[in-house]
């Protein structure tokens, strides 16, 4: 039972532009949301997360939308450059659990 | 810099061989490390958390026996895949969490194993 789900496995996007890569969850009791960068043959590594009381949490060219109504969220990039090239994962949790429930990626080509 | 160290990186060995992977927390004291799986195309998986100074908890369907995790000291946590067959082929990645609540888990490369 996927419970957090990424539908795109591929995205490519032109630089200067926008990237939105997104994600749904089907748990309702999931309230912390990150984003994680995976480059091939290394470990995910954190971007950027988002507590369930909030809508929006910004970092730099980086932006997580979180719309619970819909069980969806989504990371913004912009604008997007060719370094950020890789396989984007959305994981979640509950009450502060340490069990993350991982998407199965999306992985972004950034195009020159 | 790197947060967590994982090795190795690639195992390739015989069915029935035991296979340990280690995983050191580089910048801080963990008393919980995570050991993940994941299969091709499938997501990462919580195999079980491990915990300092006690038993491992495993999540629901992992063997315990058939992975054994120690935790024997503040920075390293290792997983143990005993008598491993070609079924046990997978990608395994730990991580580890500073502090409690909410605050996101940095991994490790992960470790490639195959089983022949």
């Known amino acids: 039972d996927q419970q957090v789900k990424q539908n795109s496995p591929s995205l490519s996007v032109q630089e200067g532009r926008i990237s939105i890569l997104n994600c749904d969850y089907t748990?309702?009791?999931?309230?912390?949301f990150l984003w994680y960068k995976k480059y091939p043959a290394e470990g995910p590594t954190f971007l950027i997360s988002i507590s369930s009381i909030k809508d929006k949490n910004e970092d730099g060219r980086f932006t997580v939308f979180l719309n619970k109504s819909a069980k969806h969220l989504s990371l913004h990039i912009v604008p997007s450059q060719p370094g950020d090239s890789a396989v984007y994962f959305c994981?979640?949790?509950?009450?502060?659990?340490?069990?993350?429930?991982f998407g199965t990626g999306t992985r972004l080509t950034v195009i020159p | 810099g790197a947060v967590v160290s994982q090795h190795p990186s690639r195992v390739i060995c015989k069915s029935g061989t035991s296979v340990k992977i280690e995983c050191r927390s580089l910048?801080?004291?963990?008393?919980?490390m995570f050991w993940y799986r994941q299969f091709p195309k499938k997501s990462l998986m919580l195999m079980a958390t491990s915990n300092e100074g006690s038993k491992a908890t495993y999540e629901q369907g992992v063997e315990k026996d058939k992975f054994l995790i120690n935790h024997a000291s503040l920075t390293l946590s290792t997983l143990t895949v005993t008598s491993a067959h070609p079924e046990d082929s997978s990608f395994y990645i730990c991580s580890v969490a500073q502090g409690g609540g909410n605050q996101p888990q940095h991994f490790g490369d992960g470790t490639r194993l195959s089983i022949l």
């Open positions: 910048d801080f004291q963990a008393t919980t």
């Open positions: 748990n309702s009791m999931f309230d912390y």
């Open positions: 994981a979640a949790s509950a009450g502060g659990a340490n069990n993350l429930f």
